[in-house]
């Protein structure tokens, strides 16, 4: 079925304002897939917070052209899958990895996490790029050493703490 500009206009802004939000993209091709285990690729997308959208690589190509992820547009060839990870930058990339390991038809061909295009090569470095929750865990981790010995040495030394206090109000 034909598009008619007026339509090709709103998927290129889709496009447009999907990018804008993501953290990465991730594209497959999904070459000899039903539709029932596109239909599983989806649901697996929507429970994960990724956005999913099959369009043609000349609109995606005008969609992408004004956003972080211009530089994948040598690499939209043949029927593709979009991927937009939009809650964690290793979202799409996660859902493609897992996916076909049950599914070989589907094939990671490009990625990108906005600083330059990457090859299928780096599908496992970008799938385990930590989610925000535990990305703040381990920043947390890394603080949790050194301020258990800061409260232990002010419960240590409490009167030492004090007149520490104390010099530096006066010397104020």
Sequence with gaps: MALG??????????????????????????RGMEVHELTDLRIQAREQGVYLKV??????????????FADIDSALVG?????????????AARLFKDFSKKNDKLVVTALSIGSGLLGPDK??????????????????????????KFVRTINEVPGKFVRVLAAIKEEK
Excluded at 5 to 30: D, G, H, M
Excluded at 55 to 68: F, I, M, P, W, Y
């Design 79 to 91: 029927p593709l899958i979009y991927g937009f990870s939009i809650e964690a930058p290793g979202g």
């Design 123 to 148: 599908l496992d470095a970008v799938a385990s790029l930590p989610t925000r929750d535990e990305a703040l865990a381990r920043l947390l981790a890394t603080f949790k050493a050194p301020a258990e």
């Design 5 to 30: 500009l007026a339509a090709k206009k709103e998927i290129v802004a889709e496009i447009e304002e999907v990018a804008s939000r993501a953290l990465s993209v991730a594209v497959a091709e999904y």
């Design 55 to 68: 369009v043609r690589n000349t609109l995606a190509k005008r969609g992408l052209a004004e956003s972080k």
